[in-house]
């Protein structure tokens, strides 16, 4: 088939689990004319350099994920948010190869919608790091030790909710004190939570 791209050939060769269902969603992802590329490790399908849906898979189910998911209509209710903090990209989820094909012309409907979303140029409107959760003990930190409070704020928004949502995630107030203090020499240093 046309626009299949040799490079992204590996990831379909080395699956292990979701081999059927990789090739029927890389058939009907390329009949919608997108662009096959290798981002991310995964096959990605772009529109004029813009990323519109890529494929992956995990041990429960394999997917397609569409960047601006949250912009879709999503008139038949399938598209999942993969965890809250996810704020635009959208996944359909498959566990066999028998839901890709009798979804077959309900997802190219969605693919064409996503390549619309795109050519309109829409944006989604993120949410800011004032609008995450900024624990407590973080916030006593932030409070006490200025220089702290300085390099957050110099932090890129990325970097402050990449900590902010770390130090939010565990649910004792000891282990969110034991991740801050970790952390507090690597922001001194202006540096994000996987630098």
């Not at 107030?173 to 939570?193: F, H, M, N, S, W």
């Amino acid at each position: 088939m046309s626009g299949m791209n040799p490079k992204v050939d590996f990831f379909f060769n080395k699956a292990k689990q979701w081999q059927e269902e990789y090739e029927k969603l890389r058939l009907i992802v390329l009949d919608c004319g997108l662009t096959e590329e290798l981002k991310w490790g995964c096959p990605c399908y772009t529109f004029k350099d813009s990323n519109i849906v890529l494929i992956h898979g995990f041990k429960e189910y394999c997917a397609l994920l569409f960047m601006k998911g949250v912009l879709l209509s999503d008139t038949h209710g399938i598209l999942i948010q993969q965890t809250e903090n996810v704020q635009v990209a959208r996944q359909i989820r498959f566990t066999n190869l028998r839901e890709i094909v009798d979804l077959e012309s309900v997802l190219k409907n969605y693919i064409h919608e996503a390549i619309e979303v795109e050519k309109a140029g829409l944006k989604v409107e993120m949410k800011t790091t004032a609008e995450f959760k900024m624990p407590e003990e973080f916030q006593y930190k932030l409070d006490h030790i200025p220089a702290l409070k300085t390099a957050f704020e110099a932090l890129t928004p990325g970097r402050q909710k990449g900590y902010l949502l770390y130090f939010a995630a565990a649910k004792q107030a000891k282990t969110r004190e034991a991740r801050v203090e970790k952390y507090i020499p690597q922001i001194l240093d202006g540096k994000g939570l996987e630098d």
